[in-house]
């Protein structure tokens, strides 16, 4: 029988927050609303006040105490098994072979009791982690790597008793990259990450729209107004700095000391100041790989690159996709990736690009869908609507910088895909065995213009990603896809 192992008591206090974390506005609106009907329609007793208060803790700790108190896991020979629960229990079994990366994460206050949270991905996760130790010892990571890498039988064997134990050799890494905090601010500045902020900030107030009086909005609104046009805009830049600095600052808390390593058979990517966050990635898992270029991050030369597996990221937002460079020169992180990752060489200076054609193609879409709007919203709303006259002005500069991001390339194993969906120009390298389909499109508008769109998808987490180029010669197209095609495949 295999042992059952149970969680590190400081799993309760992370659950608690977890929780506290999940339901902190619909309590506050919720409380918030109850005092608010309550202070306006009569009095309310103090033992009224104690008792909702003691029932919103009750909701937050039962179910941390709850999931604590039942949660077991067992390493098996075979897979590992996961129970909890006490009304609905549930039953997990993961072969230890379907695992695709093992990701560490290490709260401040999980350090000085040496335990960390696991997350285990499978290619069937859902677009999330299918098992979640939240606190055990650290050893259990590697161990649990050493059983998906069939290294079992050498753990349990028990050397005599004569014979002193072996003292436990840490691999050294065979390359380290480490961003230094300038680059993590220049990184946070370029990002964008402020329009999430706001976002976010958005969103939260809107859940206090409905217990907000409309009377002291209404007033409030006014009063601004009042102000006069410059006031409002020094506020609206103040608020757009505050946000820029969290932003900064919480990039900062993220990637605090961001090192990716390189061992024989994983890339390892470890980062964060509160909660230090180690991922293990199968370099037999990796499907592709993306450089990331933003408008604002190519003019300074600046780049950020992702790998595409398997598995999951273990962030529910981007299953799949695994930050290896957050930012770095691009001629530098090409370098990086061929030292990383040799099985992907390619030059970019070989990509063959679309056909000069194409530019026309590329402005003919995107001023039709401008032109015929911000002609109708002029004429609607003039002088007003004369503003919309900008749209076809940026459509035109989105269309030339599509064109001119528009690339492919291949070699005996490897395709290059470049192209610019919005706003990043995306640079997509895939091994030629990862491929999962390809596609060509052609209207007959575009069969006479010989010109045609590429598709080619490939696994991403539990889903698949997509990597398409638009308006590339047809001869192109066509070699590309006899270069895919199963009588083209060297054995």
């Given at each position: 029988m295999f042992e059952e192992r149970r969680l590190h008591p400081i799993a309760l206090i992370k659950e608690i927050i977890t929780n506290v974390r999940r339901n902190i506005v619909p309590i506050v609106v919720g409380l918030f609303s109850v005092f608010r009907a309550i202070n306006s329609n009569g009095y309310l007793p103090n033992w009224a006040v104690y008792l909702i208060i003691a029932v919103v803790i009750l909701l937050i700790l039962t179910p941390a105490i709850l999931k604590y108190i039942t949660y077991k896991y067992t390493l098996e020979d075979q897979g590992i098994r996961i129970k909890y629960g006490l009304i609905f229990r549930k039953n997990t079994y993961i072969p230890y072979e379907r695992i695709q990366t093992v990701q560490k994460k290490q709260w401040f206050f999980f350090i000085p009791f040496n335990v960390c949270q696991v997350l285990i991905e499978t290619a069937g996760g859902k677009g999330k982690a299918e098992a979640d130790l939240v606190a055990v010892p650290v050893g259990v990571v590697d161990e649990l790597k050493d059983l998906r890498d069939g290294k079992k039988a050498a753990i349990q064997e028990v050397t005599p008793e004569t014979e002193e134990p072996a003292v436990e050799v840490v691999e050294a890494p065979e390359k380290t990259v480490m961003l230094q905090t300038k680059q993590l601010i220049l990184m946070a500045v370029t990002s964008g990450g402020v329009f999430g902020t706001l976002i976010i900030v958005l969103a939260f107030m809107q859940q206090f729209r409905e217990v907000i009086p409309t009377d002291w909005m209404e007033a409030q609104a006014e009063q601004l107004w009042k102000m006069g046009i410059i006031v409002l805009i020094v506020l609206i830049v103040l608020i757009l700095l505050v946000l820029w600095g969290i932003s900064i600052v919480t990039t900062l808390f993220k990637y605090f000391q961001f090192k990716l390593m390189k061992y024989p058979n994983s890339l390892v990517v470890e980062k964060g100041l509160l909660e230090r966050n180690h991922t293990t990635i199968s370099l037999a898992r990796i499907q592709g790989i993306t450089i990331i270029e933003s408008p604002l991050r190519q003019m300074l030369g600046l780049v950020a690159v992702k790998v595409i597996t398997a598995g999951n990221s273990g962030d529910e937002k981007q299953s799949g996709d695994i930050l290896l460079l957050p930012i770095m020169k691009k001629e530098l992180a090409l370098q990086t990736l061929k030292e990383m990752l040799p099985d992907y060489l390619f030059e970019m200076e070989t990509m063959?690009?679309?056909?000069?054609?194409?530019?026309?193609?590329?402005?003919?879409?995107?001023?039709?869908?401008?032109?015929?709007?911000?002609?109708?919203?002029?004429?609607?709303?003039?002088?007003?609507?004369?503003?919309?006259?900008?749209?076809?002005?940026?459509?035109?500069?989105?269309?030339?910088?599509?064109?001119?991001?528009?690339?492919?390339?291949?070699?005996?194993?490897?395709?290059?895909?470049?192209?610019?969906?919005?706003?990043?120009?995306?640079?997509?390298?895939?091994?030629?065995?990862r491929i999962q389909g390809l596609r060509l499109r052609q209207s007959i508008w575009m069969e006479k213009g010989k010109s045609s769109h590429l598709n080619v998808w490939l696994k991403s987490g539990s889903t698949s990603a997509e990597a398409y180029v638009r308006y590339i010669h047809q001869d192109q197209a066509i070699a590309i896809y006899n270069w895919y095609s199963p009588s083209e495949t060297s054995n």
């Open positions: 063959e690009r679309a056909p000069k054609i194409s530019l026309r193609r590329f402005l003919r879409i995107y001023l039709i869908w401008t032109i015929i709007p911000a002609v109708i919203a002029s004429i609607l709303f003039f002088p007003f609507g004369l503003i919309s006259i900008i749209l076809p002005v940026l459509a035109g500069i989105k269309a030339i910088a599509s064109y001119r991001a528009t690339g492919v390339f291949t070699d005996n194993h490897t395709l290059l895909v470049q192209s610019r969906p919005i706003f990043s120009k995306l640079t997509h390298i895939i091994r030629k065995e």
